[in-house]
């Protein structure tokens, strides 16, 4: 089996969607995709993106994704990579896919001069989190992610 990672392209979005629902279901939130293929479309390769997605492929075929994008560090007044998501499909895990997602993005962060590359798992993601510790990664305990969004965001901002 060979393994090739590249950037997506628009004609990626119905694979990708796949992905992210696939992944939402695995982390039993797939009643909370909004995404479309004309939204991925925008988002990801609009005029305004800020968002970059990679796929890797075993032998020429998808099997999974990475959607990340660039902010801020005030403390170090650098840019990190922050992933968003990353997926690969139930028969390709722990054949090193995920691994050569993340060491492609740690590339892409150093070549960008990043201070940080980071991300978020969830807390019952134990393989994920022991594939996080094996290659160095640390948890950042003492943040609390806060989060507004729906309703509760549109009420906020109205004041």
Known sequence: MTFAIRDAV????????????????????????EATEESLRESLFGPG??????????????????IWFFNYSTWQARNGLYLEDLYITPDYRRSGAGRMLLRHLANIAVEKGCGRFEW????????????????????????????????????????
């Open 120 to 159: 978020s798992v969830l807390d019952w993601n134990e393989p994920a989190i022991r594939a996080y510790d094996s290659i160095g990664a640390e948890p950042q305990k003492e943040w609390i992610r806060y989060r507004l969004a729906g309703e509760k965001l549109k009420e906020f901002a109205a004041g």
């Open 10 to 33: 628009p004609d990626d979005v119905g694979t990708i969607l796949r992905f992210i629902t696939e992944l939402a279901v695995f982390e039993n939130a797939g009643h909370e995709v």
């Open 49 to 66: 993106s800020v968002t970059g997605a990679t796929i890797i492929e075993a032998d020429g075929e998808p099997v999974g994704s990475a």
